[in-house]
């Protein structure tokens, strides 16, 4: 190549041009600048990453394994899978094995081959699992994902063209929910209702508003919240038959975790391990206060299914808890030897 017209910063930064490795230039390794990569590996380890079309559009998903930083018994791990691309990364897949992670994964079409690691107090147990899409995972936007069709809704959100309760789990970072109650947002609630009880591993949130730096700056933030997990057994009373909200009115009721975010646009993932979970409300309780506006924002919720024990070690499903059974239609009922004076 003629270079001599050129100036030296010119003839610089042509050569650096044709030593830059061409995936660099298309923009290989983008994806670790992805909000949900950076969130999941800000406390796990990558063990294995992958590219694969998993979807036959003739374009590559990107695959992450990752495991806990601990070497311990029930040591776990996951599996983040990225679709959209360098310009957009959306979460494809999400889940966690129970009590195992993924050593490596290997891709044969539209099956995934998992070998998994079970952590123990003896010789360490590698174990292959075979999961197939379309029969035993689903990506984000297919039916037969646990999360397809989610219901969201908020106890109030600011009356501004394109903003909704919907946005924070729509996979796009740059729409995003904002409360519209008085004051700082503080006690405003977003709530997420399943379809079916799904097992949930750990949540994720980007908070702020992530259009840009500078609207992240001139509104509202989380600094802390707390995350409300409602299963069937906190619901229901089976028993009786009761349902706590509806019969009896009380409301949202499971166990609660606490949330704390930093003062910088990172995606943080927390614990949740909760089986059977029927919906999800997360409640801000402490704000960081935008230089310009007062509305709390959050941009995007993600959730991290978890793939129990039983699979992990190939045993056979366990009947959901609280099940009622059934009674035999041939049975005669026992009769009751209560007379009034036992009043």
């Known amino acids: ?198 097992d949930l591993a750990m949540i994720g949130v980007l908070h702020g508003n992530f259009r840009s730096k500078r609207y992240w700056l001139d509104n509202n933030r989380l600094h802390r919240a707390e995350v409300t997990v409602e299963t069937g057994a906190d619901r229901y009373d089976t028993e009786s038959e009761v349902d706590f909200g509806q019969d009896l009115g009380l409301g949202l009721y499971g166990d609660r975790v606490e949330l704390s975010f930093t003062n910088r646009p990172v995606m943080r993932y927390f614990r949740l391990d909760k089986r059977d979970v029927l919906s999800l409300e997360l409640k801000i309780t402490s704000v960081l206060l935008g230089e310009k506006n007062d509305d709390a924002y959050v941009a995007e919720i993600d959730l991290v299914e978890m793939i129990p024990s039983w699979f992990v070690l190939g045993k056979k499903k366990p009947e959901a808890s609280g099940k009622k059974k059934e009674e035999d239609p041939g049975k005669e009922e026992e009769e009751d030897d209560w007379t009034e004076d036992d009043f």
Not at 75 to 80: D, I, P
Not at 133 to 142: A, L, M, P, S, W
Not at 143 to 162: C, Q
Not at 186 to 191: F, G, I, K, P
């Open 1 to 198: 190549m003629h270079v001599v017209t050129k100036t030296r910063g010119q003839r610089v930064f042509i050569c650096l041009l044709l030593l830059w490795p061409v995936g660099a230039l298309a923009g290989e390794g983008a994806y670790r600048k992805s909000q949900f990569y950076r969130g999941i590996t800000a406390h796990h380890v990558v063990t294995h990453f992958l590219q694969a079309d998993l979807d036959g559009d003739g374009s590559d998903e990107v695959l992450v394994c990752y495991r806990e930083p601990e070497d311990a018994v029930d040591q776990r791990g996951g599996v983040l899978i990225l679709t959209g691309g360098p310009k957009q990364f959306q979460v494809g897949w999400h889940v966690m094995f129970e009590n195992a992670f993924p050593e490596k994964v290997k891709a044969d079409g539209k099956a995934l081959t998992f070998h998994l690691v079970q952590k123990t107090t003896g010789e360490d147990k590698k174990i292959v699992r075979t999961l197939v899409k379309g029969k035993d995972f689903f990506f984000r936007d297919e039916d037969g994902n646990p999360f397809a069709k989610v219901k969201v809704s908020a106890s109030s959100t600011l009356r501004k063209d394109g903003i909704e309760p919907a946005n924070v789990f729509d996979r796009d970072l740059k729409s995003g929910w904002a409360e519209g109650g008085d004051g700082t947002g503080v006690d405003e609630t977003v709530t997420l209702e399943f379809p079916e009880p799904v």
